[in-house]
Nanobody, 123 residues
Framework: QVRLVESGGGSVQAGGSLRLSCAAS????????MGWFRQVPGKEREGVAV???????EYSVSVKGRFTISRDNAKNSLYLQMNSLKPEDTAMYYC?????????????????WGQGTQVTVSS
């Protein structure tokens, strides 16, 4: 059974930092794209950052320069370092495993999802 467990969310003031982690079990993720998505109630889930099986990373325009995605295949884990947080970054953040080694931003290209971790940024 594949399981993705996110952690590291919480409440922080604007300008602060958080580091999200995602631990995968029941599946070896090293050969697949992995990504972070976020969702606010009433809105569609949106891609934040993705990293392919060659460690190439891409970011959404809204977080580029502030967030850093990384992966540790030895630990079957994914991370998201979030700096200079803004109130508009408030959302539930989800970890996902792609269907292929290279990344597409389309949610349908991700086959496994975690339950999410809440990030709240206050002004």
């Amino acid at each position: 059974q594949v399981r993705l467990v996110e952690s590291g969310g919480g409440s922080v003031q604007a300008g602060g930092s958080l580091r999200l982690s995602c631990a995968a079990s029941g599946y070896v993720v090293s050969t697949y794209c992995m990504g972070w998505f976020r969702q606010v109630p009433g809105k569609e889930r949106e891609g934040v950052a993705v990293i392919d099986n060659s460690y190439n990373a891409e970011y959404s325009v809204s977080v580029k320069g502030r967030f850093t995605i990384s992966r540790d295949n030895a630990k079957n884990s994914l991370y998201l370092q979030m700096n200079s947080l803004k109130p508009e970054d408030t959302a539930m953040y989800y970890c996902a495993v792609g269907r292929r080694g290279y990344c597409w931003w389309d949610r349908s290209e991700f086959q496994y999802w975690g339950q999410g971790t809440q990030v709240t940024v206050s002004s």
